[in-house]
């Protein structure tokens, strides 16, 4: 594994350990030049999930996109990086495991605004008015009161619109 500092092509290992799933295997490696230490994730590598997007286009299903989209919508949230990286780990798990070889956007959508409605109310809502296109304050007004009379968030009610 090339050092991702000094670029020398050998490290050693110092460190490794399995996700609470045993999906991916951790390891903190340090480099055999500058000894620094990095850390760096195995998994196995599985068939291509196809992402069918709301135009019909396809794109291969890409998790740094699926995380990108949480940490901004956890931005300034007492969130850790591994509460995310574990949400987006059970978020692939279940689309991988669910659909074969193509699932629908909407379906990734969903799986992740689900996933951070029980992680943090604010980082479902900032996630929520992006994907759902929010209008106006008023939606967010509604989803907010859903939410705190428990009536559930189902902001697919388009009548903001």
Do not use: W
């Amino acid at each position: 594994m090339r050092c991702p500092f000094c670029q020398a092509p050998d490290s050693r290992v110092v460190e490794s350990r399995a996700s609470e799933d045993q999906s991916t295997v951790r390891r903190r490696r340090e480099c055999v030049l500058c000894q620094r230490r990095f850390t760096t994730y195995e998994r196995v590598e599985v068939s291509p999930l196809v992402v069918v997007k709301k135009d019909r286009s396809r794109e291969e299903f890409d998790r740094e996109k699926v995380r990108r989209g949480i940490v901004r919508a956890c931005e300034k949230r007492p969130i850790s990086s591994d509460q995310i990286d574990e949400l987006v780990d059970t978020i692939e798990r279940e689309l991988r495991t669910e659909f074969e070889r193509e699932v629908l956007s909407s379906q990734v959508g969903e799986r992740v605004m689900n996933a951070l409605q029980s992680l943090d109310g604010v980082a479902y809502v900032r996630f929520a008015s992006v994907y759902r296109e929010f209008r106006d304050v008023q939606t967010f007004a509604e989803v907010i009161l859903r939410m705190l009379s428990g009536q559930g968030t189902d902001t697919n009610d388009k009548s903001h619109e």
